[in-house]
């Protein structure tokens, strides 16, 4: 298994495996269907979706594991600037492994290259959003020597069109 920098050329096969495993994670986590959500939000999702890719693949921290052609395995980082005390953050906006493939230290390989990375051009912290019931996300943070405290992420949807401010 090769783990190499995103290119243009994967940006389909990096699409279809990401949205498998956000319909993955969906079908744990949400009750609605996938076929019932509005196609414009599905295609929305990721940091694949076409009005991010490019920006993820420009900034040169997103890596795939390919072999005989195929991805098993993608991660979507780029670098923050001025955000939580760091002037240089490396943000792990998402990563995944095709099931098939799971547990073969693909998932370790990908992180491991984005930090590299990420360290080389600068970064003096990497950053990575977990759902707390994602034990093997945990698992796989930890095992790198990531640490985690009691921080978490308070949202706000500003396109609701229920919302006063
Ligand atoms: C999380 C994920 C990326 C891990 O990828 P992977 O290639 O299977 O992980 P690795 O084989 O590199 O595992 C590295 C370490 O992570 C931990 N780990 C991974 N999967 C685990 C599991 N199912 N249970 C417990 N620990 C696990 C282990 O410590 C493992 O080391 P070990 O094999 O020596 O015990 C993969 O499970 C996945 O794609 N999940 C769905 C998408 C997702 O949750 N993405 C993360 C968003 S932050």
Known sequence: MEIRPLKLKDAEKVRELEIKL?????????????EELP?????????S????FKAYLDGGLCFVAEEDGEI????????????????????????????????NAIGYRLLREALRKGR???ADVAHSMIQPDNAPSIM???????FMD???VALMDLKDPKLRL
């Open 22 to 34: 956000i319909r993955e994670y969906f079908a744990t986590a949400i009750k609605n269907k996938w």
């Open 39 to 47: 196609q414009e939000w599905r295609d929305g999702l990721g940091a």
């Open 49 to 52: 979706s076409r009005g991010r």
């Open 72 to 103: 098993y395995g993608f991660i979507f980082a780029q670098m923050l600037h001025h955000v939580a005390d760091s002037d240089n953050m490396l943000w792990i906006e998402n990563m995944g492994v095709h099931p098939y493939a799971r547990r």
């Open 120 to 122: 080389e051009m600068g």
């Open 140 to 146: 796989l943070h930890k095992k790198i020597g990531f």
């Open 150 to 152: 009691r921080r978490e």
